[in-house]
Nanobody
Framework: QVQLGESGGGLVQAGSSLRLSCAASGRTFRTYAMGWFRQAPGKEREFVAAISLSGSNLYYADSVKGRFTISRDNSKSTVYLQMNSLKPEDTAVYYC????????????????WGQGTQVTVSS
């Protein structure tokens, strides 16, 4: 079992950068692939980025490719999401999640979720 906690959200202007962090409790962090999802008001939760156990495989939604970077530090049990060139349409609550298996882009593959952190991008 793992508990997740996100931090790093905030209110920024378009074109700015933010780095989200997701700290995991427990000793099993390195056994989970990790993902970031986001949910805007009135919309379904959507896939943003995912990373494999070792960090060698990275996956991104088309909408963030080239602007966002996911990474992990297994020694710190933390996964990061570096967000550059932010746009107003990136405004959402961002969640990190952990999965054992299944499609990296599917919320149903993830068994553990953080509480989320708000990111608001003003134009």
């Amino acid at each position: 079992q793992v508990q997740l906690g996100e931090s790093g959200g905030g209110l920024v202007q378009a074109g700015s950068s933010l780095r989200l962090s997701c700290a995991a409790s427990g000793r099993t962090f390195r056994t989970y692939a990790m993902g970031w999802f986001r949910q805007a008001p009135g919309k379904e939760r959507e896939f943003v980025a995912a990373i494999s156990l070792s960090g060698s495989n990275l996956y991104y939604a088309d909408s963030v490719k080239g602007r966002f970077t996911i990474s992990r530090d297994n020694s710190k049990s933390t996964v990061y999401l570096q967000m550059n060139s932010l746009k107003p349409e990136d405004t959402a609550v961002y969640y990190c999640a952990a999965r054992y298996s299944g499609a990296y882009y599917d919320t149903r593959s993830y068994g553990y979720w953080g509480q989320g952190t708000q990111v608001t991008v003003s134009s």
